[in-house]
């Protein structure tokens, strides 16, 4: 019986975390507004890796399938506090959705600690996704001391940081689609 050849759900699900994270850094650094970003975290960086994780599922790769489908959860998630717990008409209408700085701290604390535990997963995999969980937790880190401390300079070299995020997660996308062509795109050697 002939095996079926199945894609691979990280081409999507690295795109979707990508694009997503850069277009907030643009936000971020006051290049664009947020409506980009909560339409983009809702559907790709939201719901497509959140798909692209229980596909990952199916072929047996526990740790895509925690990445995708947490990151997809933390978009959609990061979406619909910031439309449902920053409208004021909301907020009047149900207060328990308000969304108050400490309480986007603490938020963003949970995911640096996910995160660093994903990174130092991600050393034992390749050299590139090892320097994308770094990033990411470096990014979410200096966003966690912004909220905590008000000072925005660690805000502001949070998001360049999330930058070279993204690029290296588009760059571990185009590996992941490259190779399926035959071309082949080097990702490193696993850090452990």
Not at 62 to 82: H, I, K, P, R, T
Not at 104 to 123: D, P, Q
Not at 131 to 152: A, E, P, R, S, Y
């Amino acid at each position: 019986m002939e095996q079926v050849k199945l894609g691979n759900p990280a081409a999507v699900g690295l795109a979707g975390f990508a694009m997503t994270t850069f277009l907030l850094q643009c936000h971020n650094l006051g290049w664009i507004g947020v409506g980009p970003v909560l339409w983009l975290g809702l559907f790709y960086g939201g719901l497509a890796q959140f798909i692209a994780g229980f596909l990952e599922f199916k072929v047996g790769n526990n740790f895509g399938f925690s990445a995708f489908v947490s990151y997809g959860a933390f978009w959609m998630a990061l979406a619909l506090f910031l439309i449902f717990g920053t409208s004021p008409e909301t907020v009047k209408a149900y207060p328990l959705l308000k969304l108050t700085t400490p309480e986007v701290a603490y938020f963003l604390l949970a995911w640096t600690i996910y995160t660093g535990i994903m990174f130092i997963g991600s050393m034992k995999v390749n050299g590139t996704l090892a320097f994308v969980f770094l990033t990411l937790f470096l990014g979410f880190l200096g966003l966690t001391i912004k909220d905590m401390t008000g000072n925005h300079l660690f805000g502001t070299l949070a998001a360049w940081d999330l930058m070279v995020c993204a690029a290296a997660a588009w760059y571990l996308m185009a590996h992941v689609i490259f190779e399926g062509v035959g071309i082949h795109l080097p990702v490193g050697k696993a850090w452990l």
